[in-house]
């Protein structure tokens, strides 16, 4: 009994919408600077572009120097540095796409880098990066954070992971002693 091979679905994978994005992203980069070419002429218009790749490299290394100093001092201070690191993450896209040479790339760039868009941006990655987490923690050989078992009448109500806990009514220590019994065993 032979089976015939399924009929390959044909869906967008992760990879090629990356490439698909990143060829529209080529394109409308040149529909704009030659817009902008024939606004402003090719000479200025070129001068722009390197404008904002030297920008770019500016706010790479100076953003960059900034959030590492202000990591280290939430690290000194004793507290988990999520606002800093997200600052960071932030200034260094926004820095790459300024770099990269093309006028919507650099609008991208220039909103993520200035100081009354950027808590924006901030905010949005936090929120990116809490729901990841959330949604793929798993407890070892436990139920996930998400799962929900269902209960009488097919009702889902929330999960509690099983295995050892400890009470957090006592802070009561008892000292024991383990005694190895011999394999053979005798006494």
Same mark, same amino acid.
């Given at each position: 009994?032979?089976?015939?091979?399924?009929?390959?679905?044909?869906?967008?994978?992760?990879?090629?919408?990356?490439?698909?994005?990143?060829?529209?992203?080529?394109?409308?980069?040149?529909?704009?600077?030659?817009?902008?070419? +024939?606004?402003?002429?090719?000479?200025?218009?070129?001068?722009?572009?390197?404008?904002?790749?030297?920008?770019?490299?500016?706010?790479?290394?100076? +953003?960059?120097?900034?959030?590492?100093?202000?990591?280290?001092?939430?690290?000194?201070?004793?507290?988990?540095?999520?606002?800093?690191?997200?600052?960071?993450?932030?200034?260094?896209?926004?820095?790459?796409?300024?770099?990269?040479?093309?006028?919507?790339?650099?609008?991208?760039?220039?909103?993520?880098?200035?100081?009354?868009?950027?808590?924006?941006?901030r905010t949005l990655l936090e929120a990116g990066i809490a729901k990841r987490i959330v949604t793929s923690t798993a407890f070892p050989g436990g139920p996930s954070v998400t799962d929900?078992p269902a209960g009488p009448g097919g009702q889902t109500g929330p999960t509690r992971p099983t295995g050892p806990s400890q009470s957090t009514a006592s802070d009561e220590v008892i000292?024991?002693?383990?005694?190895?019994?011999?394999?053979?065993?005798?006494?």
């Amino acid at each position: 009994m032979s089976t015939a091979p399924r009929p390959r679905r044909s869906r967008l994978q992760p990879t090629r919408l990356a490439l698909l994005g990143l060829v529209l992203l080529v394109l409308l980069e040149v529909l704009a600077a030659r817009f902008i070419g +024939g606004l402003i002429g090719a000479l200025p218009t070129l001068l722009l572009l390197m404008a904002l790749s030297a920008l770019g490299l500016v706010v790479i290394s100076r +953003g960059g120097g900034r959030a590492w100093r202000a990591l280290g001092q939430a690290l000194q201070q004793g507290r988990m540095p999520a606002r800093e690191l997200a600052d960071g993450i932030v200034v260094l896209v926004g820095g790459l796409l300024l770099v990269v040479p093309g006028f919507i790339t650099a609008l991208l760039g220039l909103l993520l880098v200035l100081p009354v868009t950027r808590p924006i941006a901030r905010t949005l990655l936090e929120a990116g990066i809490a729901k990841r987490i959330v949604t793929s923690t798993a407890f070892p050989g436990g139920p996930s954070v998400t799962d929900r078992p269902a209960g009488p009448g097919g009702q889902t109500g929330p999960t509690r992971p099983t295995g050892p806990s400890q009470s957090t009514a006592s802070d009561e220590v008892i000292e024991g002693e383990i005694i190895d019994d011999p394999p053979d065993g005798t006494n």
